[in-house]
Nanobody
């Protein structure tokens, strides 16, 4: 059973920064992604780091968010800068193993003055 545990969410003012962490119970030499879901909206892909190390971002976060990983710690990070109120959501870590999708419990990010 794969376990993903997110942390690092919280309340931040517009323009501020947060760093989210996702600790995995398996090797992260695979595609690892961050998703988010705002109230009343569908879950959307925010960023992915592939097993080869390339990264992809949603247009809405390009230039502001950075996904990275520490292979030795089996941890994936999402550095979020210049946060906007529309970034408010529950953020989830995601990966696939043996054809199954796995999700963490999510961490709340609230951007508000």
């Amino acid at each position: 059973q794969v376990q993903l545990v997110e942390s690092g969410g919280g309340l931040v003012q517009p323009g501020g920064s947060l760093r989210l962490s996702c600790a995995a119970s398996i090797s992260i030499f695979r595609d690892m992604s961050w998703y988010r879901q705002a109230p009343g909206k569908e879950r959307e892909l925010v960023a992915t780091v592939t097993g080869a190390g390339s990264t992809n971002y949603a247009d809405s976060v390009k230039g502001r968010f950075t996904i990275s990983r520490d292979n030795a710690k089996n941890t994936v990070y999402l550095q979020m800068n210049s946060l906007k109120p529309e970034d408010t959501a529950v953020y989830y870590c995601n990966t696939e193993s043996f054809g199954r999708l796995f999700w963490g419990q999510g961490t709340q990010v609230t951007v508000s003055s």
